[in-house]
T-cell receptor, first 109, second 112 residues
Framework: GQQLNQSPQSMFIQEGEDVSMNCTSS?????WLWYKQDPGEGPVLLIA?????ELTSNGRLTAQFGTTRKDSFLNISASIPSDVGIYFC?????????FGSGTQLTVLP | AAGVIQSPRHLIKEKRETATLKCYPI?????VYWYQQGPGQDPQFLIS???????DKGSIPDRFSAQQFSDYHSELNMSSLELGDSALYFC???????????FGDGTRLSIL
């Protein structure tokens, strides 16, 4: 089956720093999505990308759909304490989402 | 804005019992998806429905079944529960046509 490699697995950053995480796949996807999950809650959609090469921003978040359709990255600028959580990339082909293993982000004051 | 509603939020069962999880999609969303998330794991796709018909099937055990009703809500039925079924079960919904999936807050199922 399809697998997504998401890195890094965890990050500890100082408040105000920028952070970057990425996902790569051996298969192509039609859509890339980035979700954030807080403990005990469902994943919340941050950004959706639909076309190869697409670069999309949502506030302090910026994500790109790789030109090969096999990768995507997410950048968070000027991190704040509420950015803490697990970030998942997800690739979509047909109606199924395949998730990466997640990046646990900790923001230190 | 209305979100995906799942019930119950928590459920405790014993081995070999049955369980039913319910999902109410965002209004006007016609596609429903079920995912299972084990501790420290990413969500794994189980099954999806579009316009009340099963559309895709993932790693759903034969002991589980699901359906989507005329009002678009969905139920996941789980039988002969095993310890390994303890997990968070998420429902997501979307509009058809490659639209992004929006998730509920999940049902935490614990098997004793």
């Amino acid at each position: 089956g399809q697998q997504l490699n998401q890195s890094p697995q965890s990050m500890f950053i100082q408040e105000g720093e920028d952070v970057s995480m990425n996902c790569t796949s051996s298969s192509i996807f039609n859509t890339w999505l980035w979700y954030k999950q807080d403990p005990g809650e469902g994943p919340v959609l941050l950004i959706a990308l639909y076309k190869a090469g697409e670069l999309t921003s949502n506030g302090r978040l910026t994500a790109q759909f790789g030109t090969t359709r096999k990768d995507s990255f997410l950048n968070i600028s000027a991190s704040i304490p509420s950015d803490v959580g697990i970030y998942f990339c997800a690739g979509q082909l047909s109606r199924q989402l395949t998730f990466g293993s997640g990046t646990q982000l900790t923001v230190l004051p | 804005a209305a979100g995906v509603i799942q019930s119950p939020r928590h459920l405790i069962k014993e081995k070999r019992e049955t369980a039913t999880l319910k999902c109410y999609p965002i209004p006007r969303h016609d596609t429903v998806y079920w995912y299972q998330q084990g501790p420290g794991q990413d969500p794994q796709f189980l099954i999806s429905f579009y316009e009340k018909m099963q559309s895709d099937k993932g790693s759903i055990p034969d002991r589980f079944s699901a359906q989507q009703f005329s009002d678009y809500h969905s139920e996941l039925n789980m039988s002969s529960l095993e310890l390994g079924d303890s997990a968070l079960y998420f429902c997501a919904s979307s509009l058809e046509g490659n639209q992004p999936q929006h998730f509920g807050d999940g049902t935490r199922l614990s098997i004793l």
